[in-house]
């Protein structure tokens, strides 16, 4: 994962780890918690796909809501979550003259983390 925010904060974080597919248990409750209408738009989505226009996608909601006439938003089979269990944690901070600061977090064998000073 990179998360990377441009000036004025300059600054970055990179994780690298192993991923696993959240539980369904943990995707039923993150779903639950979102609002509804978001529910509602991530159950007739089809995710990444082409749509000819936002009318497809717009009558889709008002009819998935019109069926279940105030009951739960049931989480739909392709929507989920993936679990990053991390290995390092990098964090950068933008200087002047390319002498960034970098600290890499390093996560050891028994569960605790060294900390190393990276050059930029």
Do not use: N
């Not at 000036?7 to 409750?29: E, I, L, N």
């Not at 739909?76 to 901070?93: A, D, K, L």
């Not at 002047?96 to 064998?109: A, K, N, S, T």
Request: aromatic share 10%; net charge positive; charged share 25%.
């Amino acid at each position: 994962l990179t998360f990377w925010w441009s000036k004025p904060t300059a600054r970055q974080v990179r994780v690298t780890g192993d991923v696993r597919r959240a539980p369904p248990a943990d995707a039923d409750a993150y779903f639950a918690s979102r609002p509804r209408a978001s529910q509602l738009a991530a159950a007739v989505s089809p995710q990444s796909r082409p749509v000819p226009d936002r009318a497809v996608l717009e009558r889709a909601v008002h009819e998935l809501e019109a069926r279940l006439a105030g009951a739960p938003v049931p989480r739909p089979p392709h929507w989920g979550g993936f679990v990053v269990q991390p290995r390092t944690v990098e964090f950068w901070q933008g200087r002047d003259h390319r002498l960034h600061d970098r600290f890499r977090y390093v996560r050891r064998m028994d569960g605790t983390w060294s900390i190393e000073r990276l050059a930029p």
